[in-house]
Each structure stands twice: as C-alpha cells, then as structure tokens.
C-alpha cells in the first residue's frame, strides 16, 4: 500500500439536502465557506447537497416532479443552440 496518499484534514462536516431540508454530520476533506451551528450546539462547515437519499427517488420510491423544460432550455442556451435556425 502507498504511504502518504490520504489526506490528513478530516473533520465534522454537516451536509445539508436542500430539497428536503435534511441534515447528517459526518467527517470529511471538503472545503466550504459557510458554517452551521449544529444539534449539539457546536458551529461545523456547512455543505450543501441538491439531493441525498432522503430525497432520490430510488431510495424513496416517490418520483419527484422535475422541471424538464427548465434543464432543456438551459443546455440549448448554453450551447447556443436555436430550434428555428437549426432545423435541417
């Protein structure tokens, strides 16, 4: 086994799943700029998650409504892409 390739930095970390505002502390390397005071009135660096497995719908067996039409206009933005212009 290499020596010296894990990183030594490991603290408390709270992870926060914006969707469905569920939080778990747990170690962690992850760099961030915001903090939270946590249950046992410690303050700990704050991560936030867009979706954990408290709110995927394969661990829930709920499908949640997502906003397709928002994704599909922002990749055609992004690459500039223009239905009327790029029929063939």
């Known amino acids: ?5 894990h990183p030594k930095n490991y603290r408390f970390v ?8 569920y939080s778990f502390l747990t170690k962690s390397t992850i760099e961030t700029k915001e903090t939270i005071k946590w249950e046992d009135g410690k303050e700990y ?5 867009e979706i954990s497995d408290k709110s995927h ?15 599909i206009e922002k990749f055609n933005k992004k690459y500039k ?8």
């Open 14 to 21: 709270v992870y926060r799943d914006s969707s469905c505002d």
């Open 45 to 49: 660096p704050l991560y936030n998650l």
């Open 1 to 5: 086994m290499k020596k010296d390739i």
């Open 57 to 71: 719908p394969f661990f829930t067996g709920k499908q949640n409504l997502v906003d397709t039409a928002g994704r």
């Open 81 to 88: 892409i223009n239905k009327k212009t790029d029929k063939k």
